[in-house]
């Protein structure tokens, strides 16, 4: 499911403005005019207004320069109101009801808040960042029966190596072994046991120890 929803990071933010968008269409077009209509209403506009405006102190500074910052400040309003206008007439051309995207969209973001309930997530981020952790998992369990092969030929290798050491071990004590029966004979005599006898015994065994 977390695969199939094709999770992006910061994705479900435009979903919900877009259904918000797209579910208030006549709303947003019934006011969007009404603002249009508002500056560019014939006479009683904002535009025409602020042009009459704008030409009535461009008369005064030329009888007086003391009329000349306000006109300047009426010139940059002028300029804004235009571009404003422009912007909202954009606005209100693209605006369209569109019941297909509104309806992909709202099945899109049902599917985001059936995920977080069902995952007890907060955030896409989060789903985002679940969906990571059972992918390792799922992988982890697919080659588990591969890395339990690759642990148990270690393990041989492992063996196959003590054993050669533990023979080159019994070989060097077999090897010691007169010499050292030959000096405690020795001590013994010494210490007048000339009749004692002294023998080292080795024996193998199936495990492995530090003796």
Known sequence: ELLAAQLTPGMQEPLEEKVSSLSQVDDIR????????????????????????????????????LWQESSDQVQALSCELEDLYRTLEQLFENVESDPQALQEAEDRLQLLYQLQKKHQKNSVEDLI??????????????????????????????????????????????????????????????????????????ENTNSFGTY
Request: hydrophobic share 40%; aromatic share 4%; charged share 25%.
């Open 129 to 202: 960042e679940l969906q990571a952790q059972l992918e390792q998992e799922l992988q982890l369990t697919a080659n588990f029966d591969q890395h339990l092969t690759q642990l148990d030929q270690k393990i041989q290798e492992l063996e196959t190596r003590l054993r050669q050491q533990a023979d080159l071990l019994r070989q060097a004590r077999l090897k010691i072994i007169p010499d050292f029966e030959q000096q405690i004979h020795q001590l013994l005599t010494w210490m007048g046991m000339e009749n004692a006898r002294f023998n080292v015994s080795l």
């Open 30 to 65: 019934e006011l969007a005019s009404d603002a249009l209509q508002l500056l560019s209403i014939e006479e009683h506009g904002l535009v025409d207004q602020l042009l009459r405006l704008r030409s009535l102190l461009q008369q005064l500074t030329q009888k007086s320069i």
